[in-house]
């Protein structure tokens, strides 16, 4: 059971540019939502996290957007590098509970 | 601080038989989370320790266990290991909970089962 929808599975996006990332939930219970960022041959990174009291959360280059009644956040990260290329994953939890989505493969192109 | 470790971090094992992999947390969180990570399934939750006790269980079979001791480093055994067993099994450590405080994640154990 997918709880966690998160598109697109891949993006492309020139270097300056901007991308974004979206994620779609369906359990009202969840009460923080995490992103990670995630290298080939690493673990999962924490990014940044929001909780729905609010409707955005802004660290450098780096927002999280929440919409509680669309069930709905996504990431945007502004001016994207080639060091940013990597694997992101949207995650949302209650307590004790975690469910992950797909991953979005991103590469900035220089 | 030092990081969530993993340890080992490659494993080749034939099917049928079992592992044993570890995780030691970051100094002072109590909660260590199980993840296995493939290509097809993702990252899906195996279980949660909190103070040597299992909080929380995903959905694997009773092929999967973990333990936790009292200085909080976890060990998570595999039995009858089968080809799709293969994955990155990754822990995350947390000063409280899984649920909703941040989990730092180690860099894994890759495991291949042949």
């Known amino acids: 059971q997918q709880q966690v929808k998160q598109s697109p599975q891949s993006l492309i996006v020139q270097k300056g540019g901007i991308s974004i990332i979206n994620c779609a939930y369906e359990?009202?219970?969840?009460?923080?939502f995490p992103w990670y960022q995630q290298f080939p041959g690493k673990g999962p990174a924490l990014l940044i996290a929001?909780?729905?009291?609010?409707s955005e959360k802004k660290e450098g280059r780096f927002t999280i957007s929440f919409n509680k009644s669309a069930k709905q956040f996504s990431l945007h990260i502004m001016d994207s590098q080639p060091g940013d290329s990597a694997t992101y994953f949207c995650?949302?939890?209650?307590?004790?509970?975690?469910?992950f989505g797909a991953g979005t493969r991103l590469t900035v192109k220089p | 601080k030092a990081g969530v470790t993993q340890t080992p971090r490659y494993l080749i094992k034939t099917r049928g038989q079992q592992v044993t992999l570890s995780c030691s947390p970051i100094?002072?969180?109590?909660?260590v989370s199980w993840y296995q990570q493939t290509p097809g399934q993702g990252l899906q939750f195996l279980f949660e320790?909190?103070?040597?006790?299992?909080?929380n269980k995903g959905n694997f079979p009773g092929r999967f266990s973990g333990r936790q001791f009292s200085n909080s480093r976890s060990e998570m055994n595999v039995s009858t290991l089968e080809l799709g067993d293969s994955a990155l099994y990754l822990c995350?450590?947390?000063?409280?909970?899984?649920?909703?405080?941040?989990?730092?994640f180690g860099p894994g154990t890759r495991l291949t089962v042949t």
């Open positions: 320790y909190f103070s040597e006790t299992q909080r």
């Open positions: 359990n009202t219970a969840f009460d923080y």
């Open positions: 995350a450590s947390s000063s409280i909970g899984q649920g909703a405080h941040e989990q730092y």
């Open positions: 995650a949302a939890s209650s307590n004790n509970d975690m469910r």
């Open positions: 929001i909780r729905p009291d609010v």
């Open positions: 100094s002072g969180h109590r909660s």
